[in-house]
């Protein structure tokens, strides 16, 4: 409930009596003194996003990402225009768009994707608020801009929730990714995304299926986020957006292109990266279902194996400590050079009193990883087996 809290009060503050001036737009870009001003803003704030240790660094991704955008911009208003695509670290369901172009994605919405012809459907929405002058169109309809900007980011700051946000993205993302823009322009982005994939040969209906998946998601699993993407009523919107669209017979009959494979292809390291900061964040299920999908793609490897029993070992129901040996066990036996499970294994015997089992387990992972970062932690493991004595 909280996080609704506060996206009605950021939404009260982007939307609350703003009609967003319409902007000429074929004036160009950066020509005008507030939207070089706008930019020199951005700027700063993707200076600290790019410097925070949270992107998600794979140039066969990032090209990857690129080259879908090309092909969306082919039709576009602006096909000179540079976008730039960018993964951020984070679980949570989100991408923004900022003025000059660049498009942040978390790991968390990519993970949740089928195909393709999804992503295209993101991608074209977000590439529409760069090209369509969002960003500018909402600062001209504010009369106090500096008052606006500081009453966003004092929103932002003053609930923990989201303070590392609101430190990494900057008031200018912070709108976008919190609140969005105005209904009007939310809807202007919905409907020329759903035209830009589907002149790319993409099947527009896999926007509604995306949409439907996330809302599902987000009921099932109880999720709630300060993100834009990621909660109810905004969800709820794309996906009327989207049926709306559909039901005016826009779909081109032939454009069926999804694209599954190759994108599954490019997204495994993402979905296994994503369930590894979902599960620090505590959210068992949703880790669970990630890996399970990942091993989908992947069967036979060791570290999503290793990665289950880590779900069972920290969740600690019932039975969940059987269960993660048995992973721990076909994660060793899949690659006995990998010295995760081994340590696993040994803080498992560890804490069941099994000291010698134990360290045998840890002796291996030092073996395997002689300057592991937590060497000094597994040796003083290993002094306390050592001081317990022989067991039978």
């Given at each position: 409930?909280?996080?609704?809290?506060?996206?009605?009060?950021?939404?009260?503050?982007?939307?609350?009596?703003?009609?967003?001036?319409?902007?000429?737009?074929?004036?160009?870009?950066?020509?005008?003194?507030?939207?070089?001003?706008?930019?020199?803003?951005?700027?700063?704030?993707?200076?600290?996003?790019?410097?925070?240790?949270?992107?998600?660094?794979?140039?066969?991704?990032?090209?990857?990402?690129?080259?879908?955008?090309?092909?969306?911009?082919?039709?576009?208003?602006?096909?000179?225009?540079?976008?730039?695509?960018?993964?951020?670290?984070?679980?949570?369901?989100?991408?923004?768009?900022?003025?000059?172009?660049?498009?942040?994605?978390?790991?968390?919405?990519?993970?949740?994707?089928?195909?393709?012809?999804?992503?295209?459907?993101?991608?074209?929405?977000?590439?529409?608020?760069?090209?369509?002058?969002?960003?500018?169109?909402?600062?001209?309809?504010?009369?106090?801009?500096?008052?606006?900007?500081?009453?966003?980011?004092?929103?932002?700051?003053?609930?923990?929730?989201?303070?590392?946000?609101?430190?990494?993205?900057?008031?200018?993302?912070?709108?976008?990714?919190?609140?969005?823009?105005?209904?009007?322009?939310?809807?202007?982005?919905?409907?020329?995304?759903?035209?830009?994939?589907?002149?790319?040969?993409?099947?527009?209906?896999?926007?509604?299926?995306?949409?439907?998946?996330?809302?599902?998601?987000?009921?099932?699993?109880?999720?709630?986020?300060?993100?834009?993407?990621?909660?109810?009523?905004?969800?709820?919107?794309?996906?009327?957006?989207?049926?709306?669209?559909?039901?005016?017979?826009?779909?081109?009959?032939?454009?069926?292109?999804?694209?599954?494979?190759?994108?599954?292809?490019?997204?495994?390291?993402?979905?296994?990266?994503?369930?590894?900061?979902?599960?620090?964040?505590?959210?068992?299920?949703?880790?669970?279902?990630?890996?399970?999908?990942?091993?989908?793609?992947?069967?036979?490897?060791?570290?999503?194996?290793?990665?289950?029993?880590?779900?069972?070992?920290?969740?600690?129901?019932?039975?969940?400590?059987?269960?993660?040996?048995?992973?721990?066990?076909?994660?060793?036996?899949?690659?006995?050079?990998?010295?995760?499970?081994?340590?696993?294994?040994?803080l498992m015997h560890y804490k069941e009193g099994?000291?010698?089992?134990?360290?045998?387990?840890?002796?291996?992972?030092?073996?395997?990883?002689?300057?592991?970062?937590?060497?000094?932690?597994?040796?003083?493991?290993?002094?306390?087996?050592?001081?317990?004595?022989?067991?039978?």
């Amino acid at each position: 409930m909280k996080y609704f809290i506060i996206i009605i009060s950021i939404c009260a503050l982007t939307a609350g009596c703003i009609t967003p001036h319409a902007v000429p737009l074929n004036e160009g870009l950066k020509s005008t003194e507030d939207e070089q001003h706008l930019w020199r803003r951005v700027q700063k704030e993707q200076e600290a996003i790019n410097n925070s240790g949270f992107l998600y660094h794979e140039p066969e991704l990032e090209n990857y990402l690129n080259r879908i955008v090309q092909k969306l911009q082919a039709h576009s208003i602006a096909p000179d225009f540079e976008i730039q695509i960018k993964v951020i670290k984070d679980p949570n369901l989100n991408a923004l768009a900022y003025p000059n172009g660049v498009i942040y994605i978390h790991s968390g919405i990519l993970a949740r994707m089928d195909n393709e012809a999804q992503l295209a459907a993101l991608l074209s929405h977000e590439m529409t608020h760069c090209t369509h002058r969002h960003s500018l169109r909402v600062i001209r309809s504010i009369k106090d801009r500096p008052a606006y900007i500081a009453a966003v980011q004092d929103t932002l700051a003053n609930i923990s929730a989201v303070q590392k946000v609101a430190r990494l993205l900057g008031a200018i993302g912070s709108m976008a990714a919190v609140s969005g823009y105005t209904r009007e322009l939310e809807s202007e982005a919905d409907q020329v995304g759903l035209d830009l994939m589907t002149k790319a040969n993409y099947d527009s209906t896999e926007a509604l299926r995306l949409f439907e998946h996330l809302k599902q998601e987000i009921e099932a699993e109880g999720i709630e986020e300060p993100f834009f993407f990621g909660t109810h009523p905004n969800v709820q919107q794309r996906i009327e957006n989207v049926s709306d669209w559909l039901a005016g017979d826009n779909r081109v009959k032939h454009a069926v292109v999804k694209n599954t494979a190759e994108f599954q292809a490019r997204m495994q390291g993402v979905v296994l990266t994503n369930a590894r900061l979902d599960l620090r964040l505590g959210r068992f299920d949703i880790a669970q279902k990630t890996v399970a999908k990942y091993l989908a793609m992947q069967p036979n490897d060791a570290r999503a194996y290793y990665l289950f029993g880590e779900i069972f070992r920290q969740r600690d129901r019932r039975d969940d400590a059987k269960t993660a040996v048995s992973y721990y066990e076909k994660a060793i036996s899949l690659d006995p050079s990998y010295p995760e499970p081994h340590k696993a294994m040994g803080l498992m015997h560890y804490k069941e009193g099994e000291k010698q089992r134990a360290k045998k387990y840890f002796e291996s992972c030092l073996l395997l990883s002689p300057n592991t970062s937590d060497k000094a932690y597994i040796q003083g493991y290993l002094k306390n087996c050592a001081l317990s004595g022989e067991e039978s």
